[in-house]
């Protein structure tokens, strides 16, 4: 294992596609394929660039790289399924499978990840000007072009009205979801970012991948492969004033987190009784 080799690590809509793909337009930087943790919590068909780490190793996806250069740094994504969590069971199997990774952890403001996913719906965009590498994430997602697009302007007027039920079930995941990620922070290399602070912190990320910061910055900013997406969804729930306060309280649990060093037993526990997931925070 080659230990500049780095993951991205962030639940959906946090834009892990728009940065694991500009870091990899970077010189002597390959990225591609997303990585979950296994077919069976899908809830559709995988994608052609979809790995599955729960029956692989990531030395055996950063081998699946065509032509490996042991001068380069590699890098590709492990992005948490949305619907459904990761089972309790497979925790620590899950975090072992990072030991000795580079863990950039990506975190947003979960208010927005849920318009991004429940309003606006999973749409890349590319610009064919700066379409570099011809990764197989690329080729993907061009082929696509014509439906994300049409998802794209129908999410400008989306007014499905979501249910606070449905709405709190996924906050939650999330934030379980970022639980187990800032666990790793106690035997990995890691370095965790806010989606909206990204372009106050390229140095940090430069830093931390050691990479030319100039080479970053044109590449996240300048020339994309992925465009930004800028639509400013409405707040299509129910009782929202209610969610903005657990998002607010999760978001303080979260911030502690990062400050603090932690075991993740001490923070999550399982019921066998229930079969519930217990807060120990």
């Known amino acids: 294992m080659n230990n500049k080799n780095f993951i991205l690590l962030s639940n959906q809509r946090c834009g892990s ?50 032509n490996f250069d042991i001068n380069k740094v590699y890098g590709s994504k492990f992005v948490y399924d949305f619907y459904r969590n990761l089972p309790f069971t497979h925790y620590q199997k899950f975090l072992d499978k990072f030991i000795g990774y580079k863990i950039l952890h990506i975190t947003r403001d979960y208010i927005d990840i849920l318009k991004s996913k429940l309003v606006g ?67 990995n290399k890691y370095l965790n970012i806010e989606y909206e602070e990204i372009k106050q912190n390229t140095d940090k990320i430069s830093d931390f991948l050691q990479l030319p910061l100039s080479d970053l910055n044109e590449k996240l900013f300048d020339k994309p492969t992925i465009k930004k997406n800028n639509i400013n969804y409405q707040n299509n729930f129910e009782n929202y004033e209610k969610l903005q306060l657990l998002n607010l309280k999760f978001k303080s649990k979260i911030d502690y987190l990062k400050k603090n060093n932690f075991k993740l037993e001490e923070v999550l526990s399982y019921d066998s009784i229930s079969k519930k997931l217990i807060f120990n925070i």
């Open 17 to 66: 596609t728009w940065l694991i793909t500009s870091i990899g337009n970077c010189k002597m930087v390959e990225t591609d394929y997303e990585i979950k943790w296994s077919n069976e919590l899908l809830l559709s068909e995988p994608s052609p660039y979809h790995l599955f780490l729960d029956k692989n190793n990531l030395d055996d996806i950063f081998n699946k790289f065509p």
């Open 121 to 187: 719906n999973v749409v890349h965009l590319l610009d064919n000007k700066y379409l570099e590498k011809k990764r197989l994430i690329d080729k993907t997602i061009f082929e696509k072009q014509d439906e994300y697009q049409k998802m794209h302007e129908l999410s400008k007027t989306n007014k499905k009205k979501i249910s606070f039920n449905e709405a709190n079930s996924y906050l939650l995941n999330l934030f379980i979801n970022d639980i187990l990620s800032l666990s790793m922070k106690n035997y």
